[in-house]
């Protein structure tokens, strides 16, 4: 009797300063993939409430709706892709925050056999048919809704242009298909930070949100099989085999997130003149109003030292 009140009231403590805190929305670009562990652990090993702040995610299935969920305030942060953000922040209040893996991820996938693709799958955006025109062969471009590793699966197209090098790959390959893989940098394109975090351009609480995040990342680093195990544990619907290449993808993804959360200035900049010399964004969007901070004072992306860790005790998850 004695224990249970005890715990009674240590769940009632620690309830009473979740709730104290400040809360904020985020939003996930897609549904729960590798991309998304540290997130998970931030959530999981309460890295947030460490910092100040306490934080819901969010799952949706349409990446889109980031913008117009940010933008209305309906979210706080959410993750985006710095191709799309640009063209989003020209004409609405979207801004970005910082890097979350500051290197492209998306590129073209076809079937190893597949020498020179004669048809080209994607999403409908505006920058899908600059990159196509990058490859070879002039293929077509055929617009696409839904799973686009299902369109190339069932040879609805002869290469996809979207996916990820890290998660699409590993899932074609559980599924016997062997693929090849074309990063936009290979043809010329410019680097980039594939996904970051985007805010409201008012938002005040980045600075306990990203010390969270940081520290999440660098646990990923330190301990990859625990994180794993955590993100399973926050996504109990997800089946043995799907997280066993999951698991896979994992282990390429680890060593892709940014470490500083700081923007390359240089990157950026190199990649926003490429947009605006294909016309994607206008001459008149300025660079700097495309963040939430000035991306050649470093003094305005200041985090606090990251603590070291004490070791860790692993935690199991049968896959």
Partial sequence: MVRKAILKALCLFTCSVTCALPTSTFLLDWWPNPNHVPLFVAQEKKLFEKHGIHV????????????SYVTMKRADIGLYYMPQAFVAAEKSSLRMLAPYIDQPLQGFLMREECAEPKTVGGFPCALFPHFVEHLSGSPKKIMLHGDLAFNLHARTVDAVFGVYKNIEVHQLEAQ???????SPVELGIPSFSELVFVVHKDFKKQRPFLAAIREAIAFCIAYPDEAFALYAKA????????????????????????????????QADQFFDWLKTRKIIGNSTVLKECFTIDLYDASTQDLPAQEPFAPQQSEQHVL
């Fill in 56 to 67: 819901d995610i969010l799952k949706i299935n349409d990446a889109p709706d980031v913008v």
């Fill in 235 to 266: 996504n109990p619907d997800k089946t043995k085999n799907v997280l066993k290449w999951e698991k896979n993808s994992w282990n390429e993804t680890v060593p892709l997130f940014s470490r500083s959360l700081i923007f390359d200035a240089k």
């Fill in 176 to 182: 016997g298909i062997k693929t090849r893989f074309i």
